[in-house]
């Protein structure tokens, strides 16, 4: 029996499902359905990455290693195995997980796990301390800027667009975005606006030049903190842009000074339990009557409150997702007044598909910059997430709330 057709009664034995994709084995033989995506399976060490870490977290490891390869379309593949895992089996008899066992065996792939990726995150330390949450921000976003100004817009916006009509540029959705914030902020010359987790500076660029607020903006990444300075310069904001290297925490010695708060989609990074905190911040840094505005991302109903092993793990370090109404739920508690929602989902797959087309256009700029490994592992990460909010796992709002 091939090697291909041995994976295949793996599959079927271990799992309960046929294959939802066809494979090669690294001896060239092949399995699976002839119409649609091949995963390359390069060597045995792949198959021992998904016996130590099996379903999502081994094929990531696999993937972003180069042990397997994916000919054709990925996101095709990912609908696949979706709609296949649907129909696994919650419960294995004894004698097919034995079976099993020996056909792995059989094949080489019992053994010491292999050695992780480089690029899989190692934090240290309790979980959302100052430290460990400085050095899950640093993992992501400190990755470098030139890496950032080549996949996103001229606004350097890492977050959902939002799109008015057919055919828009990613820029000019994002300017739609920033601007529909500013006008829920109802923002207005000579006011002042914190932007809490300000990324690269969009949204208190874009308000203090289009509506003459005085904005800062704070955010733990040094990257991004020298990127916003050096803009602010150039483009002769000083007097209305201010940025600073610093803990949403250390806010609670704020005064009372701003007449409008946002925060777009940093609140994930946050935690469950520190969210109280967070929100008790940015209301207590609002003058009365100012006004509130998070973009965030969530979770559907009954499903893991991350975005995923493989997203926590190589992206998005401790982030913490959960259904909307949690969340307003956080946000009546501490004495907000929830004014408005707005549901975007749709526009983070348009978003993604612009992030990822200009990936693939420049894939070896990307790989000249960090390495084969880190590109990889954007590329899977730009994939399975755009599949998220176009299947509905996952979902971003926008949220307007007042300090009563």
Known sequence: MTVARRLAELVRDGAGVELPVRIRAWDGTEAGPADGPVLVINNRRALRRLLWAPGEMGLAR?????????????????????????????????????????AAAGLGAVGLPPKPPASEARLAGRLHTRGRDRAAIAHHYDLSNDFYKLLLDDHMAYSSAFYTHDGQSLHDAQSAKLDLVCRKLELAEGQRLLDVGCGWGSMIIYAARNFGVRATGITLSAEQRDFIAERVTQEGLGSLVEVRLQDYRELSDEPATFDAVS?????????????????????????????????????????????????????????????????????????????????????????????????????????ALQGEEVARVWRLYLIGGGLAFEQGRMGVDQILARKR
Do not use: C
């Open 263 to 367: 925060s777009i989609e940093m609140g994930e990074h946050v935690g469950e339990g520190n969210y109280p905190t967070y929100v008790s911040t940015m209301l207590g840094a609002l003058k009365s009557g100012g006004r509130l505005l998070l973009q965030q991302m969530s979770r559907s109903e009954g499903t893991a409150p991350g975005g995923g092993p493989f997203i926590e793990s190589y992206i998005a370090p401790d982030m913490h997702m959960r259904p909307l109404w949690q969340t307003i739920r956080h946000l009546e508690n501490a004495g907000l007044e929830v004014r408005g929602v707005e549901a975007m989902r749709e526009h983070y797959v348009k978003t993604v598909e612009h992030w990822l087309e200009t990936f693939e256009t420049f894939y070896d700029e990307f790989v």
């Open 62 to 102: 696999a993937y972003v290693t180069g042990d397997v390869d994916v000919e054709g379309d990925m996101a095709d593949g990912f609908r696949r195995a979706w709609a296949m895992s649907a129909k696994r089996r919650t419960s294995i008899p004894l004698r097919d997980k034995a079976g099993a066992g020996l």
